[in-house]
T-cell receptor, first 114, second 110 residues
Framework: SQTIHQWPATLVQPVGSPLSLECTVE??????LYWYRQAAGRGLQLLFY??????ISSEVPQNLSASRPQDRQFILSSKKLLLSDSGFYLC?????????????FGEGSRLTVL | EDQVTQSPEALRLQEGESSSLNCSYT??????LFWYRQDPGKGPEFLFT???AGEEKEKERLKATLTKKESFLHITAPKPEDSATYLC???????????FGKGTLLTVNP
């Protein structure tokens, strides 16, 4: 079965500091991977998605970036955090091998920027 | 402009009191409508996928239905453990990118 590991689980960072959130997937190969953010009062917002190693598509212009150095590793980064970057960050992959669209989510990383 | 709107934002029920959650969408070319359950501090958990108007899916006390404009999540005789935020999402194009609504926070009191 598929498992998604995210770390760190919680993070408190000052404004202007860098960020690195990591996501690794087990139990599947060549998955589509996604980064979503869930902020207070807003729905889940798609930030980035990747269909393969080194292939990143950005959905929302912002000071965040993503990378996919390995097939089952997806990293979310920032050089300088803003207050508005606070939120719950979720990594997701396609659930089934036949790509019917169901996403499987990790447990999330909660980021607080002070 | 929101493409996926969920109502109500919050719903309180007594145990055993059946009700429905609504998800309306204003998109064309729908490839699928998805329901998820999210517990506090956790990632969403997949419940159902609906692909065409008239389709229904059931799982325990939950039943999801789909029309051309909206979907309903019916909860029959809910229990306190059904308390969670229920999220609706639509898939429009390729690469299975989902657009989510803001969710309905359901609380079931014993």
């Amino acid at each position: 079965s598929q498992t998604i590991h995210q770390w760190p689980a919680t993070l408190v960072q000052p404004v202007g500091s860098p960020l690195s959130l990591e996501c690794t997937v087990e139990g599947t190969s060549n998955p589509n991977l996604y980064w979503y953010r869930q902020a207070a009062g807003r729905g889940l917002q798609l930030l980035f998605y990747s269909v393969g190693i080194g292939q990143i598509s950005s959905e929302v212009p912002q000071n965040l970036s993503a990378s996919r150095p390995q097939d089952r590793q997806f990293i979310l980064s920032s050089k300088k955090l803003l207050l508005s970057d606070s939120g719950f960050y979720l990594c997701a992959s396609i659930l089934g091998p036949d790509n019917t669209g169901e996403l499987f989510f990790g447990e999330g990383s909660r980021l607080t920027v002070l | 402009e929101d493409q996926v709107t969920q109502s109500p934002e919050a719903l309180r029920l007594q145990e055993g009191e059946s009700s429905s959650l609504n998800c309306s969408y204003t998109v064309s070319g729908l490839r699928g409508l998805f329901w998820y359950r999210q517990d506090p501090g956790k990632g969403p958990e997949f419940l159902f996928t609906l692909y065409s108007a008239g389709e229904e899916k059931e799982k325990e006390r939950l039943k999801a239905t789909l029309t051309k404009k909206e979907s309903f999540l019916h909860i029959t005789a809910p229990k306190p453990e059904d308390s969670a935020t229920y999220l609706c999402a639509v898939s429009l194009g390729s690469n299975y990118k989902l657009t989510f609504g803001k969710g309905t926070l359901l609380t079931v009191n014993p």
